[in-house]
């Protein structure tokens, strides 16, 4: 949007947008205020898991919107009571704290390691092992888990408890244990990091030796949870369980919620007063979590996710031979895709939205693909022709060039 002369933006210039401003949704499109229509192949960023105004969420939203938003923690929230029992009916998990973002999930995540080895009176366990490339989120901790300098120019010093690895070592992993490690924190799948999904081996040795040193495994699911990987938690593909799980995105199809799932021993190290949150959990986001919750565990529907993935990829993969030397690799994990490619993908991303088809970046040269769970055939060979486009014309422009 054009601004006046001299009269600054409104908003903090975190955020380079593309031009375009969305109206409305439905399903796996979006429309923009002039009413053209787009298929949206990022869902916000992995959130809009179920599409744009799904029924169901709609339906619940609007009623407990009449009913009651938010009342606070200090009294009883049934439906927070119930989205928790059905997430560790589904889960390893025992117990749930609710927040509005991921970053507060993570946060929690951190707190209770440190708070589960002093409750064993075992204080100097502080440090934490995080992998090189991650994204935990943007609070001075997230960031400093992620020891991207991009990330914490100019907000140093940062805390010093973190220990880097790269993703995924196991022999460098080792040379950082030590006395004072408290815990492992990883993405089972890194998102920001390039779509890298971790082996299922290395997931399990991680659990290995977490339980050898006595170290808690927490995993980072905010992206590839709530169903994206085509299990409910990606993690269920390795067959392994973390002690501690931050979740969010997907969680709320949209509506802000995050949470801090745990294994009984390691929640229980938490006592009334020792955390807490204004609004996480409220009666409003509760009703909205419960309604994702009802879709994505209806049966079938983890089973589409898994089949519609394979169609994806088969398509994918042809686009990569098709377009050998522009496309160098597509790799993910259930509708979590990375598109690595030769040249920077922001122009692709704009000639996408021109197209009308959303898509987001991870890093300067990869296409993350995070199109809504609920979507079919059609929509993929939309997405498909429409990305067999961008890259015909690139290629062009590329023999062009060279020529
Ligand atoms: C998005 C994301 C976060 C941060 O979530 P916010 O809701 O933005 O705070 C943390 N970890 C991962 C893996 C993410 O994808």
């Known amino acids: 949007m054009a601004r006046k002369h001299n009269k600054p933006d409104p908003l903090m210039p975190v955020y380079r947008r593309f031009d375009v401003a969305f109206e409305r949704g439905e399903g796996a499109y979006l429309f923009d205020v002039k009413g053209a229509r787009y298929l949206d192949f990022a869902s ?9 105004s799904h029924p169901h969420l709609v339906k619940a939203l609007n009623e407990q919107g009449a009913k009651l938003w938010h009342t606070s923690n200090l009294f009883q929230i049934p439906l927070q009571e119930k989205l928790a029992e059905r997430l560790t009916e589904a889960t390893f998990a025992d117990n749930v704290f609710f927040t509005n ?61 973190f220990d880097f690895v790269p993703f995924i070592d196991i022999d460098a992993l080792k040379t950082v244990i030590g006395d004072e490690t408290a815990a492992i924190l990883i993405e089972p799948v890194q998102g920001e990091g ?43 593909w390795a067959g392994v369980t973390p002690d501690i799980m931050a979740v969010a995105k997907g969680i709320g199809g949209g509506f802000p919620i995050g949470a801090c799932l745990a294994r009984a021993s390691v929640g229980e190290a938490l006592s009334a007063g020792s955390h807490g949150t204004t609004y996480g959990g409220n009666p409003l986001a509760m009703a909205v979590g419960n309604a994702v919750l009802d879709v994505i565990l209806e049966e079938g529907f983890l089973d589409h996710v898994q089949e519609i993935t394979k169609t994806l990829m088969t398509g994918l993969n042809k686009l990569k031979q098709r377009y050998p030397g522009l496309i160098t690799d597509v790799r993910g994990l259930g509708l979590m895709i990375g598109v690595e490619c030769s040249v920077k993908i922001r122009p692709l991303i704009a000639r996408g939205l021109e197209l009308g088809l959303v898509l987001t970046p991870s890093g300067e040269n990869i296409l993350r693909l995070l199109p809504p769970l609920i979507i079919e055939d059609s929509h993929i060979s939309e997405a498909l022709e429409k990305l067999d486009r961008i890259f015909a014309e690139v290629k062009l422009k590329r023999a062009r060039t060279k020529g």
Not at 117 to 131: N, P, S
Request: aromatic share 8%.
């Open 44 to 52: 916000g960023i992995a959130v809009t898991a179920l599409g744009h």
């Open 194 to 236: 390039g779509i890298l999904p971790a082996k299922k081996e290395q997931l399990q040795r991680l659990r290995e030796i977490a339980d050898e040193h006595g170290l808690l495994l927490i995993f980072d699911e905010i992206q590839c949870g709530m169903g994206r990987s085509g299990k409910l938690f990606a993690h269920e």
């Open 101 to 161: 973002s991921g970053v507060e999930a993570i946060e929690c995540a951190l707190k209770l390691a440190r708070k589960y080895h002093h409750a064993k009176g075992d204080e100097k366990r502080y440090r934490v092992i995080t992998f090189i490339n991650a994204f935990h989120g943007r609070s001075l901790a997230a960031i400093a888990a992620s020891g991207k300098e991009k990330l914490i120019r100019g907000f140093g010093p940062m805390p010093d408890w």
